[in-house]
């Protein structure tokens, strides 16, 4: 069993990449390693609630499974501050957190993903 850190940096719906980084990250959960992802920059919008696309496939929802599966997610609490983004508009299961946080997930980490 492996421990990958995956940080994400772009927001949702602008690049697949956040997309194909869950997709990761479920299907890593599924074989039984460990998940770490750590929302940063415009990223922290694949953590917000109530999302509703009408025309891709919903980041919201994959965020929820990865959660659900075991994923321990953690938002840069300096980014959020700068867009305007709060505790309460996050996806229940991800915590807000500082650089530090980022330090810890990457420590414990066999590998480091940045998207």
């Known amino acids: 069993m492996k421990t990958f850190t995956i940080i994400i940096g772009d927001g949702p719906y602008t690049y ?6 869950l997709r990761f990250a479920y299907t890593a959960l599924l074989e039984d390693h460990k998940i770490n992802i750590f929302l940063v920059e415009d990223g922290i919008f694949v ?16 965020m929820k499974d990865v959660i659900s599966e075991g994923a321990n997610v953690k938002a840069c609490g300096v980014c959020m ?14 915590e807000k957190t500082t650089m530090n946080g ?3 997930m990457c420590e414990e980490a066999d590998n ?3 998207s």
Do not use: C, H, S
């Open 16 to 21: 697949e990449r956040p997309y194909t980084m």
């Open 47 to 62: 953590g917000k609630k109530n999302q509703d696309p009408t025309t891709y496939d919903n980041i919201g929802k994959w």
């Open 81 to 94: 501050k700068a867009r305007g983004l709060t505790e309460d508009e996050l996806i229940e299961g991800i």
């Open 102 to 104: 980022l330090v810890e």
């Open 112 to 114: 480091v993903i940045f």
